[in-house]
């Protein structure tokens, strides 16, 4: 027996409707006649009991390269999207933030070091970054903070960071609680 399992398909194999970016597909496996045969259901059409006789069978979220390819890349990347976020704003420690996520982004090697100022404009020493992946040169300013500007900076970036990396799903009220798999604890 060959084994040769194609991609996920765009469409439902029942109902023929286009999947969309991120919606949750249902894929299964079936031996027939010497071969494996890769079938893709959407939620709407996927029941329980097509799965009967199945050779393996797994649930995945549909990726869709056109959609995600109008997305900002620091969508996919929370430190990059906290780092944009706080380069603008005009607080000390939101600079302060923008300063260490720029720092760490250049030891991931997503940010490069172009240029540090070897004279200091005013009181900001000004440090110029390519963005690797969105193309940028990016502007950074180091007006000498202090050790509780860097301190209130690093945990403000810590924070941002847990809510990025791991956003809370609201409920119907927004106080619901909800395990890892979307379910209401409440009702379980």
């Given at each position: 027996?060959?084994?040769?399992?194609s991609?996920?398909?765009?469409?439902?194999?029942?109902?023929?409707?286009?999947?969309?970016?991120?919606?949750?597909?249902?894929?299964?496996?079936?031996?027939?006649?010497?071969?494996?045969?890769?079938?893709?259901?959407?939620?709407?059409?996927?029941?329980?009991?097509?799965?009967?006789?199945?050779?393996?069978l797994w649930t995945l979220s549909f990726y869709d390269p056109k959609v995600a390819d109008q997305e900002p890349p620091e969508v996919f990347s929370p430190l990059r999207r906290l780092f944009y976020e706080a380069v603008e704003q005009e607080d000390r420690v939101d600079q302060a933030k923008a300063f260490l996520?720029?720092?760490?982004?250049?030891?991931?090697?997503?940010?490069?070091?172009?240029?540090?100022?070897d004279e200091e404009e005013g009181e900001a020493r000004l440090y110029l970054y390519a963005d690797r992946i969105g193309n940028r040169l990016i502007e950074v300013r180091d007006?000498?903070?202090?050790?509780?500007?860097?301190?209130?900076?690093?945990?403000?970036?810590?924070?941002?960071?847990?809510?990025?990396?791991?956003?809370?799903?609201?409920?119907?009220?927004?106080?619901?609680?909800v395990d890892g798999h979307g379910h209401d604890a409440a009702t379980e």
């Open positions: 027996m060959e084994i040769r399992i991609k996920t398909g765009r469409t439902c194999c029942v109902c023929d409707r286009t999947f969309e970016h991120d919606e949750e597909v249902h894929s299964l496996v079936r031996a027939t006649e010497g071969s494996l045969e890769r079938e893709d259901y959407c939620d709407a059409c996927w029941a329980a009991d097509r799965a009967s006789g199945a050779y393996s996520a720029a720092q760490l982004l250049r030891r991931q090697k997503v940010f490069r070091l172009i240029k540090e100022s007006p000498r903070f202090s050790y509780p500007e860097m301190e209130a900076g690093r945990r403000r970036l810590i924070a941002r960071l847990e809510e990025l990396e791991s956003p809370e799903p609201a409920g119907d009220d927004g106080n619901a609680e």
